[in-house]
């Protein structure tokens, strides 16, 4: 069984982050329940370390697609509440890609 220790400052703080993100919307599903255990234990086991891979996949794809239609709909609309949305998508893809590069 693999097992990856988190212990990196900088993935430390990413998966703190969205484990967060999990804690202000209140979300107890698997994958918040998972992000609360890294954030906690600082530890991924087997199956964890897949399920944070499926998780993190999933919603770079969603983020990408989102950005994208973002930046469109800026070209139209120019608005600054539209820029901060944009440059926090492009924070949580990068933290994403990140985390992401770590576990593979």
Partial sequence: MSKRLIKGD?????????????????????YP???YKA????LLRG???DQM??????G?????????WRREFMAENQGIDEIRM???????????IELLEFLR
């Fill in 47 to 49: 199956q964890e370390i």
């Fill in 10 to 30: 900088r993935i430390k703080a990413i998966v703190h982050n969205i484990a967060e993100d999990f804690r202000f919307s209140g979300e107890m599903g698997d």
């Fill in 86 to 96: 944009l440059e926090s998508l492009s924070t949580i893809e990068k933290e994403y």
């Fill in 60 to 68: 770079l794809k969603e983020l990408q697609d989102n950005i994208q």
């Fill in 39 to 42: 954030d906690t234990e600082g």
């Fill in 33 to 35: 329940l998972l992000f």
């Fill in 53 to 58: 891979i499926e998780y993190l996949t999933t």
